[in-house]
């Protein structure tokens, strides 16, 4: 990525918190907190006018035992003046008949009509000097005293609201300086000492466990990306080394041969009949596995038991086609969406086009005669979707995020030649640094030996190459580096399965020995679909 690549500076992330953080309080809390008040002023209103009810109470009880309609004049305004003296101002009682208007015959002067805001409560009353003989006592209260009652109470609210987002804004503020505002700056610094090429200048912060957790994540591809590189260059120094010998050897001089093992003779006929029964049973339990579908019971069963066995024990007889045959066939049962949708997105690569192999292969070649490396044979294999499933369940990734679903295997000469074809592979395609894998300076734990490394072709597909020598090979494929014995060892080896799943086999041979042989070819219908076997060890 070049300078110009670069994003351009924005609203600092703790403008952004912030922002975010009051709009959302702001929202949250306000739309709340508004509901309340609203219901607690209504509440109050409510109550009010219950009390104003209540005061007028006996006022109506004295309106109906009146001997006249002087007398209600009188007590309407005792009422009255009897509240304005206690500071009860503005509260006013009016007689209303049946109809709903005021009672003209019993009200001294002129009374006002209560306005749209006032408090007011109204009791039914009976009395003979009123027309029709029923009516109405209203009580009611200008509403201007409660109104600015109920605007201290929304200016309250307010400043409650701003006082509890200036709190938390101030609280979020100080988190954020010491979690993560002080920990990103020094991990910034880290990451710009190490685009200085300083790789030890990133340290663990304090803060934030993420953040921590994001600086250690750093300063790991930091180191990872250094190790590539020193990887690399000594890589490159062994391809020199190696050409430097080509030059004694030119001179007359002898070459130093690494001898890595030998092969191991051959079993006896018992072993090769046993082998022979073992690829029989396997083979028909792929034939029946593909002939079966995803709800058959019986079939899922089957299939369950070759995912988690069968497929090793091909593997372990060096069938690599029979074993992703199997696989496969176990996966579309067991599976059978993820193995559609892989297949789908397979069948969209071009670099499952057999055209593209034979063009990599040949480019491959090419590179390698350039170098004067010589290779004793040159495969390939496209991953099938139960290999891609796998790799996508144990290691957490994507599709897009393999980089061996195409894979190319060189078997070369010697050690020095492994490096040769990997300098010369690095100069024809673009190699990812860090998918760079050097097993034969830093063998595997199982002793598994070779170079892997992720190339990138002209058109953008990325592909793996893996170098190794015959030796390496072959303790690859049967050897303690061999991919079926550390998968065995991982999954049974406590409980001895592995072993006992080959019992069957064991009394079969001893049942039939003497009496019959093993044919001594097999219908090739395990044969691979692809150029060349897949990676046991590497995947």
Known sequence: MSQNDAP??????????????????????????????????????????????????????D????????????????????????GYRHVHALL?????????????????????????????????????GRGTLEVWQEGAEFQAMVNRRWRFWILSIAAAIASLLLSLYVAYQLLIDRPLRRL???????ERGYWSGLEIPRGAWEMRWLAYRFRNLGTQLEETVRRLVEADRRALFGLRQETLVAAGEKRPVLVEGAASPASGEEAAFHRRLLRRYLLSRCRFLEARGPNDTGARAAARETWERDVLEAERLGESGLKARLEDAAFRILEPEAFEEISRRLAKLPATNKSWLRKRESEIRKALAEADVRHKALTYR?????????????????????????????????????????????????????????YIAQPKENGYRSLHTCLKSPDGVVFEAQIRTLAMHEQALGGDAAHWRYKAAADWSGSGAFRRSISGFSKALKTRRGKSRAPDSVAPDDAPTSGGTPPPSGD
């Open 8 to 61: 351009q500076r924005g609203v600092p992330l703790r403008w952004q918190l912030g922002l975010s953080t009051s709009v959302i309080v702001t929202l949250v809390l306000g739309s709340l907190t508004f509901f309340f008040q609203k219901n607690e002023v209504a509440r109050s209103r409510e109550d009010r006018e219950t009390l104003m009810g209540q005061a007028a109470a006996p006022l109506a009880a």
């Open 63 to 86: 309106i109906e035992a009146s001997p006249g309609v002087e007398a209600i004049r009188e007590r309407l305004h005792n009422f009255e003046a009897a509240h304005s003296k206690r």
């Open 96 to 132: 209303r008949d049946d109809t709903g208007r005021p009672a003209e015959t019993l009200l001294s002067g002129r009374r006002l009509e209560p306005p749209p805001d006032a408090l007011r409560a109204e009791i039914p009353v009976v009395s003979e000097f009123l027309p029709g």
């Open 188 to 194: 910034l610094h880290g990451v710009s000492q190490m």
């Open 382 to 438: 496209v991953k099938l979707p139960a290999g891609i499933w796998r790799k996508t369940q144990s290691k957490g990734l994507t599709l897009d995020q393999i980089h061996d679903i195409i894979a190319f295997r060189i078997i070369v000469r010697d050690e020095q030649d492994c490096y040769r074809a990997l300098k010369a592979l690095h100069e024809r395609f673009e190699p990812l640094l860090l998918r760079f894998k050097d």
